[in-house]
Nanobody, 117 residues
């Protein structure tokens, strides 16, 4: 069974940092690209960062570029999102995502990130 389990969220002050983790299981981790999305109350779910199966060509939403870094650890079947210089507008539930094929789009349960003074 495919599972994605996010962790590492929490509450921080503006300018702080968090490192999110997504533990993946139930599929061959090394052959799929991985993505992080986020959704704030009242907002659409938006793509934050993506990384290829080879761990190359990371891409980021313009709003987080230069502050967030996506990476993956193949030995641990885990994808990370390092978030630095956090802003209040980064407050959202962050979700890990993998698309195995046209019929199988999997999501984790989400982890809450709150940035406030």
């Amino acid at each position: 069974q495919v599972q994605l389990v996010e962790s590492g969220g929490g509450s921080v002050q503006p300018g702080g940092s968090l490192r999110l983790s997504c533990a993946a299981s139930g599929f061959t981790f090394s052959v799929y690209g991985m993505r992080w999305y986020r959704q704030a109350p009242g907002n659409k779910r938006e793509l934050v960062a993506g990384i290829t199966s080879a761990g190359s060509s990371p891409n980021y939403a313009e709003s987080v570029k230069g502050r967030f870094t996506i990476s993956r650890d193949y030995a641990k079947n885990t994808v990370f999102l390092q978030m630095n210089s956090l802003k209040p507008e980064d407050t959202a539930v962050y979700y890990c995502n993998v698309v195995l094929n046209h019929a199988y789009d999997y999501w984790g349960q989400g982890t809450q990130v709150t940035v406030s003074s």
